[in-house]
């Protein structure tokens, strides 16, 4: 079975970082994993996402420059390094992860494979 388990978020104040794990175990075919957030009253967007085996990135333009999607070289964790941490990039993170027959890991409507998520906060 797919089993993905989000880390690494936390208390943070704006203009620092944090850096996202998601453990990744399970899939038997090439996957693309993506991160994505949803905060306080709002839908869940997706923010970055990596196709495992091209190494191919995507990032929403509102993280774009701040971001960076990374995978180990056995592809078993995927990190999301933020930097320059806003107020409004405060939400609840989630991976999940899609597998894929192409090299994109787009689009982010078709993830359906998830893990639990982890909360971060972006003090002003």
């Known amino acids: 079975d797919v089993q993905l388990q989000a880390s690494g978020g936390g208390l943070v104040q704006a203009g620092g970082s944090l850096r996202l794990s998601c453990a990744v175990s399970?899939?038997?075919?090439?996957?693309?994993i993506g991160w994505f957030r949803q905060a306080p009253g709002k839908e869940r967007e997706g923010v970055s996402c990596?196709?495992?085996?091209?190494?191919?990135?995507h990032y929403t333009d509102s993280v774009k420059g701040r971001f960076r999607i990374s995978g180990d070289n056995a592809g078993n964790t995927v990190y999301l390094q933020m930097d320059s941490l806003k107020p409004e990039d405060t939400a609840v993170y989630y991976c999940?992860?899609?597998?894929?027959?192409?090299?994109?890991?787009?689009?982010?409507?078709?993830?359906?494979?998830w893990g639990q998520g982890t909360l971060v906060t972006v003090s002003s």
């Open positions: 399970g899939f038997t075919h090439d996957y693309a």
């Open positions: 990596i196709h495992i085996s091209s190494a191919n990135t």
């Open positions: 999940a992860g899609l597998a894929t027959y192409g090299r994109s890991c787009l689009p982010f409507g078709l993830y359906d494979y």
